[in-house]
């Protein structure tokens, strides 16, 4: 990722984490990254691939975000492992247009997405 990515990404985080709380914020990225997949979904079954691909462009950025500020801001095993999840959702997004039946691709990106998505909602065990 280059610099001016990287600048962007942390000074958008920044930004909201004054409006929302860290964990409340992740979810918001989150949950529109699930709407731009729903979206993406639909507009390839519509065979409008221009818009596919803007949404699919849309979610792996937020995602590419989540990744920086996981790896330069919270750093440690647990932003590390986070990172990588990310990175895996994102070249899991960018293939999503290879291939054959495309919705029914991007409709399992979703479900993984929406499945980590749960687990980051729930509270922590203690």
């Known amino acids: 990722m280059n610099h001016t990515a990287f600048q962007r990404a942390t000074s958008a985080y920044g930004s909201a984490k004054q409006t929302l709380p860290p964990h409340k914020l992740v979810e918001a990225l989150q949950d529109r990254a699930l709407q731009l997949c729903t979206s993406a979904e639909r507009h390839a079954a519509d065979g ?31 932003g590390k492992a986070l990172s990588q999840l990310y990175g895996a959702f994102i070249m899991a997004l960018g293939r999503a247009a290879g291939g054959r039946d495309v ?3 991007v409709r399992r990106i979703q479900e993984r997405l929406a499945l980590h998505r749960r687990l980051w909602a729930r ?4």
Not at 52 to 77: C, E, K, S, W
Not at 123 to 126: E, I, N, Q, V, W
Request: charged share 15%.
């Open 123 to 126: 509270p922590p065990r203690t």
């Open 103 to 105: 919705p029914n691709r």
């Open 48 to 78: 409008q691939f221009d818009q596919f691909h803007a949404d699919i462009v849309h979610a792996i950025r937020i995602y590419t975000g989540l990744q920086v500020v996981m790896t330069n801001q919270v750093g440690g095993p647990s």
